[in-house]
């Protein structure tokens, strides 16, 4: 079983920054990837980046490129999702996930999810 912890959300406004942490506890050992995803209300939940642990190769939604960079600190199992120049269109739940065995940009990829943590960007 493996645990996924996010932090950092809050309200921002137009232009601003946040970061936000996801910390993986359990059979860590045991995941390939990491990503992001988020959900605002009345829609489905959308990819909007993803990390591989052991290359650290990296793939963005075209959404959030040039804005978005997701990196990781293997040693301490966290990833990370730097969001700057934020938008009032980003705002939504955002969900860590983990793969076990592949990555990508489907849901169906990931077999762990966090709870979830709000991002409010106003005008």
């Known amino acids: 079983q493996v645990r996924l912890l996010e932090s950092g959300g809050g309200l921002v406004q137009a232009g601003g920054s946040l970061r936000l942490s996801c910390t993986a506890s359990?059979?860590?050992?045991?995941?390939?990837?990491m990503g992001w995803f988020r959900q605002a209300p009345g829609k489905e939940r959308e990819f909007v980046a993803a990390?591989?642990?052991?290359?650290?190769?990296?793939h963005s939604a075209d959404s959030v490129k040039g804005r978005f960079t997701i990196s990781s600190n293997n040693a301490k199992n966290t990833v990370y999702l730097q969001m700057n120049s934020l938008k009032p269109e980003d705002t939504a739940v955002y969900y860590c996930?983990?793969?076990?065995?592949?990555?990508?940009?489907?849901?169906?990829?990931?077999?762990?999810w966090g709870q979830g943590t709000q991002v409010t960007v106003s005008s």
């Open positions: 990390i591989r642990w052991s290359a650290g190769s990296t």
């Open positions: 996930a983990a793969a076990a065995a592949k990555w990508g940009v489907s849901k169906d990829a990931y077999d762990y």
């Open positions: 359990g059979r860590t050992y045991s995941t390939y990837g």
